[in-house]
C-alpha cells in the first residue's frame, strides 16, 4: 500500500522503524553483547569469549550497529596496540531489565518449546509419510 497522506508515511515509517529497532535490540547476538556490556566495559576479546558461537565479523558487525543506534559507546584508548573498550549507554542500561525478563522467559520456557517442536516435527513427519 503507497501512503496517501503526508500522516500515512509518517506512521508507515514510524511502524517500520519500531521494527527495526525491536528486530536490533531482541536479536541473539545483540542480547548477548548488551548483557555483557551494561555489567561494565567490555573489550572486543572478552566478548568474543563470552557471546557464545559469534564470528568476529558477526561479532564486529554487531558492535557497529549497537553503537550506530546509540545503545553502545566504543571508546579508544592511545596506547600500542590501541585498548578498545565498548560499555553500554543509559539507554541500553534502561533496556537492560526488559533483556533479563525475555532472557527468563527463555529460560523457563525452553523445554516446553522443545517439546512442542520434537511433537510438530513428528506430526509432520507422519502426515508427510501418508500423503
Known amino acids: 500500500m503507497i501512503p496517501r497522506t503526508t500522516a500515512e508515511a509518517s506512521a508507515a515509517r514510524d511502524a517500520c522503524s519500531v521494527l527495526e529497532v525491536l528486530g536490533r535490540v531482541s536479536g541473539k547476538w545483540s542480547i548477548g553483547i548488551l548483557l555483557v556490556t551494561t555489567q561494565g566495559p567490555a573489550r572486543f576479546t572478552e566478548l568474543e569469549r563470552l557471546v557464545k558461537g559469534i564470528s568476529r565479523r558477526m561479532l564486529t558487525l554487531t558492535l557497529r550497529n549497537l553503537e550506530r543506534d546509540g545503545l553502545l559507546t566504543r571508546t579508544v584508548y592511545p596506547t600500542v ?15 537492560y531489565d526488559t533483556l533479563l525478563t525475555l ?5 523457563r520456557h525452553l523445554h516446553e518449546i522443545d517439546e512442542s517442536r520434537v511433537r510438530y516435527d513428528r506430526r509432520a513427519l507422519a502426515e508427510a509419510e501418508t500423503a
Open 81 to 95: 596496540p590501541p585498548k578498545v573498550e565498548y560499555t553500554a549507554t543509559p539507554m541500553a542500561r534502561e533496556l
Open 103 to 107: 532472557a527468563g522467559w527463555a529460560e
